[in-house]
């Protein structure tokens, strides 16, 4: 089975194509440049070196979400247009849990995946790496950073922070949450192969959906509707 994973949900962008569970081809990007430049061209390059057509590509995968709410609609966009032609099946992966596969192997820790929410929050879930797989302790949730904190506290095994909120949870929470470490520097951010791996998981609960029924999970409301309820809010109470 060949899966082509897309991630896009923060600064970093990537494409990966894996076969059978192994990485065939990846291509990651942290220049700056906005998604909608660059992810198109990774993929039609990475399968172009690969001697692999669309057609071959078995399941489109993609973060979902949570993430950067831009960055969301063009990675679920880009699968959603790839998919839709050839009536492809799509695996709509946690953002949070794409993170954490690279690091299953490290079994026994506990592993927080972290990325920036803004406003002292992190889109936060935890996991327990079990080698071949992970086991999920909580759910994908935006939280705030003191709250987290307080959470870490009760585990006692070793602690792995990974994603684009690493450092800043990192720097936050290190004198007060015993047993925290950063995710090495190559595994650290968000992957697309981590993508593709989270997406073997759906393939085999057959949790797959349609090109068209694909959505991104955003799990809070964006900055404008936050500022449009508030007005609202002030507004309704003169």
Known sequence: M???ALESSA??????????????????????????????????????NCGVCLEDVDVIAVAAGPGSFTGLRIGVATAKGL?????????????????AWPLAHLEGSLIVCAMDARRKQVYNALFRARGERLERVTSDRATSLAELGEELKNFSEKKIIVGDGAQLCYNTLLETV???????????MQSAWGVARAAEELVRTGSLV???????????????ERERLEREKIQNLQ
């Open 210 to 224: 349609s090109g068209q029924a694909l959505a991104p999970v955003y799990h809070r409301l964006s900055q404008a």
């Open 11 to 48: 600064p970093a962008c990537s494409a990966a194509l894996c076969r059978d569970g192994a990485l065939v081809a990846q291509s990651f990007q942290n220049s700056g440049l906005t998604h909608s430049c660059t992810l198109l061209p990774m993929i039609h390059d990475m399968l172009q």
């Open 2 to 4: 060949n899966i082509l």
């Open 83 to 99: 998919a839709w032609a050839g009536e492809k099946p799509c695996a709509p992966c946690s953002t949070l849990e794409s993170m």
């Open 178 to 188: 015993p047993g925290l470490n950063l995710a090495p520097v190559h595994l650290r």
